[in-house]
């Protein structure tokens, strides 16, 4: 039997494997982790996430992240609270818990309860602004103008463990038409390894509201990282204090860039059910992942 978690933060939904003492490594095919993500065929989620052994002994766990098509995620914002939930809720971890991911190592502590929502505080490291050196961006004279529709974009770009176009809008934008940017951008030439995209309307200095296409998922309810993101981009361009509560379809999170550029990222996680894969299906994946 394979056991699984469904968990979400603010409704950016995921599925949890545990692989401390298994390996599932068949599950983390294409195809299978499509068929895992699908709502009518499988269980339905904004992506998965595999939770196993650290690399590195002085860490406690260590998560893998995969988008609805199949495509590995470097980070998640959302999914790493989730991921420090459940590893506290298994092992009785300690406080904080250190996760290695592939955008680098995360700290994650507990905060509290709160109207059935657990609280979580994540360490996310400091903002990368130069995604040319790490391959995300073509260099300024490659570089096409972001021209659609007659609207010309001018993205902040910010790396917070995966990269991110941050777009502030002067103009509102219907969600059909943030869709079609987002599909745009994302696959753009300008970004040679995809990218995440935000859109954002800023309300105060501690305050913005913003949408979210992520790369390999579409638009979602929230995102931990674009959220981290915009923050992040907002102090650079002086909109925004040190602080702020960014605003998303699914609910909202509170962001902190410390005088040290280090930024921490608090909100909340909802676990929703727990389960094991039938027998059958896990039958059909093994064969579709030969």
């Not at 300024?140 to 021209?147: G, M, N, S, V």
């Not at 990269?163 to 038409?177: C, L, Q």
């Not at 998303?248 to 990222?265: S, V």
Request: charged share 20%; aromatic share 8%; net charge negative.
């Amino acid at each position: 039997m394979i056991g699984f978690h469904k968990i979400h933060g603010l409704g950016n939904c995921f599925i949890f494997f545990e692989e401390f003492n298994v390996d599932l490594g068949f599950l983390k095919k294409q195809e299978v982790v499509k068929i895992l993500c699908d709502t009518s065929r499988g269980l339905g989620s904004d992506g998965l996430v595999f939770v196993g052994s650290p690399r590195d002994p002085k860490h406690h766990c260590r998560m893998q992240m995969f988008n609805t098509d199949g495509s590995e995620a470097e980070m998640c914002g959302n999914a790493i609270r989730c991921v420090a939930h459940l590893f506290d809720q298994l092992h009785l971890g300690p406080d904080p818990i250190l996760i290695e991911t592939a955008g680098g190592i995360k700290e994650v502590s507990f905060v509290g309860v709160k109207d059935g929502e657990v609280f979580y505080k994540a360490q996310m490291g400091k903002a990368i602004l130069d995604l040319v050196s790490t391959g995300e961006l073509v260099a300024a004279e490659k570089r096409k103008p972001l021209d659609w529709n007659g609207r010309e974009f001018s993205p902040v770009y910010v790396n917070v463990g995966n990269p991110h176009a941050v777009i502030f809008i002067d103009m509102p934008m219907t969600n059909d038409e943030m869709k079609s940017v987002g599909a745009w951008l994302e696959s753009h030439a300008n970004h040679p390894r995809r990218i995440n995209v935000e859109f954002v309307e800023v309300l105060s200095r501690q305050e913005a509201r913003i949408h979210i296409w992520e790369r390999g998922c579409g638009m979602t309810q929230a995102c931990g990282t674009g959220a981290t993101a915009v923050t992040v981009a907002g102090i650079e361009k002086g909109k925004f204090d040190s602080q702020v509560t960014i605003r998303m379809p699914g609910g909202e999170l509170t962001i902190e860039q410390k005088k040290d550029g280090q930024l921490y990222m608090t909100g909340p996680i909802q676990e929703v059910a727990t389960g094991t894969l039938s027998g059958s299906l896990i039958n059909r994946m093994a064969r579709t992942a030969l």
